[in-house]
């Protein structure tokens, strides 16, 4: 799993192993490691009782929650990606995005054995 993050906006880009451990277990998390031992966490997690994409920051975790009828049809379909701004008070929201990774069109150093065949594609 990835995370981006620019401004009131958190995009999380899933492998097929991530895809399928989210069908499966209804969490995954991946941590950064920095100095002194401190992490920063990032997870996904189905929930039920939400009919959208929620997001919390607490303890150096960003946890993006996704209603579990919404994971359920995600991960079983062709659907790429869920999203919602999420109202944060003061007449402000928080952009949320989870989606499918692609394998990049372009050369790249990274590992995308695990990532969806790109539909741009042309072949």
Known sequence: MKIRIKGNSIRFRLTKTDIANIGSKGIIEEK????NGQSFYYCLQKKEGISNLEASYSGNRISIFVPENMA??????????LENKMDIGEDKTLFLLIEKDFVCLDHTTEDQSDNYPNPNVIC
């Open 32 to 35: 950064t490691e920095f100095l």
């Open 72 to 81: 359920n049809e995600w991960t079983t379909t062709d659907l790429i990606g």
